[in-house]
């Protein structure tokens, strides 16, 4: 090895696919509900009035819980996207701790395709403290120059 | 022993980078590019085996000429 280094998770836009893949592997009820957007659309709340804020990926507020409101994520000018959550569904579940386990879902979800993308073997474990370890294995050298790729 | 990369993914979505199997600086270049892919990188530690490379190919260069 010659490098070690820390990063903080960061939804990106380049990733929209990874936060879709990572809510639904937080929430499997909402696999075919979330809405993706090219623009960002408004949100609504729990009386069905329309939010001042919009996004461009949406969970609409029957998909989240009773008396919810349009859960949603934002791309940012900056190629960040924001989740935006009201205080009654921060406070109902939605919280910081449930971002985090986005977070690490999010992260997996990056990881593994960039894995893929590489050709490599992709291997995932979860450590007693709640960690998760994902190998990604280059394949045999010379599998790995037929595959055109390379470290 | 096969090269790696090994990514630890924490609950609030610290993430730590590194690779196995190797020596030198050749896959530094995936390593940081998955962290930006990742999100935003905080901390970068160079390990010596970096610099063992660095001498190695120093060493070669010198028995060559």
């Known amino acids: 090895m010659s490098e070690y280094?820390?990063?903080?998770?960061?939804?990106?836009?380049?990733?929209?696919?990874?936060?879709?893949?990572?809510?639904?592997?937080?929430?499997?009820?909402?696999?075919?509900?979330?809405?993706?957007?090219?623009?960002?659309?408004?949100?609504?709340?729990?009386?069905?009035?329309?939010?001042?804020e919009s996004a461009e990926i949406v969970i609409r507020r029957e998909h989240v819980r009773n008396g919810a409101n349009d859960i949603g994520f934002k791309v940012q000018a900056d190629g960040t996207?924001?989740?935006?959550i009201s205080a009654f569904d921060q406070q109902s579940g939605n919280d910081a701790e449930w971002l985090g386990t986005l977070s690490q879902h999010y992260a997996f979800r990056v990881t593994e395709q960039r894995g893929v993308a590489m050709g490599c073997d992709?291997?995932?474990?979860?450590?007693?403290?709640?960690?998760?370890?994902?190998?990604?294995?280059?394949?045999?050298?010379e599998a790995w120059q037929q595959a055109g790729r390379g470290w | 022993m096969a090269s790696e990369i090994v990514v630890t993914i924490g609950k609030g979505g610290i993430v730590t980078i590194?690779?196995?199997?190797?020596?030198?600086?050749?896959?530094?270049?995936?390593?940081?590019?998955?962290?930006?892919?990742l999100g935003d990188i905080e901390a970068v530690e160079t390990k010596p085996e970096f610099f063992e490379q660095t001498r190695s190919n120093v060493q070669t260069q010198n028995i060559g000429g």
């Not at chain 1, 996207?81 to 935006?84: P, T």
């Open chain 1, 81 to 84: 996207v924001s989740a935006i």
């Open chain 1, 5 to 52: 280094i820390k990063a903080r998770t960061v939804f990106k836009v380049d990733h929209l696919d990874c936060l879709v893949q990572a809510l639904q592997d937080i929430n499997p009820h909402w696999s075919g509900k979330i809405e993706v957007h090219e623009k960002p659309v408004a949100l609504f709340g729990y009386h069905g009035d329309r939010r001042a």
């Open chain 2, 18 to 37: 590194e690779g196995e199997g190797y020596h030198g600086p050749v896959c530094d270049t995936q390593l940081r590019a998955l962290a930006v892919d």
């Open chain 1, 122 to 141: 992709v291997i995932k474990t979860v450590n007693e403290d709640g960690t998760w370890r994902v190998v990604l294995r280059q394949p045999e050298v």
